[in-house]
């Protein structure tokens, strides 16, 4: 008898490969999934950076670690958004 260990971790990725926001939001929620298993704890760490947005201007700058428990298949992580008024 042989019994494959056919349990899985799982990946994460972002919900939306795009998200749009008005400045004047106040923060953006992006949701992270993990796909393809669920098994035992996982953890991604994660950092905002500049890209259309300006971070410090557009977006506050931070970092931080998403962690995933046993069963957990989303999790949300909210970065607060700067209205310069222009």
Known sequence: LIIGDDDRPGSLQFASSSVSVRETAGAIALNVVRAGGSTGAVAVSYRVSGG???????????????????GETVRTITIPIVDDGS
Do not use: H, I, K, Q
């Open 52 to 70: 259309s947005a300006t971070v410090g201007a557009d977006v506050a700058p931070m970092a931080g670690r998403l962690d995933f428990g046993p």
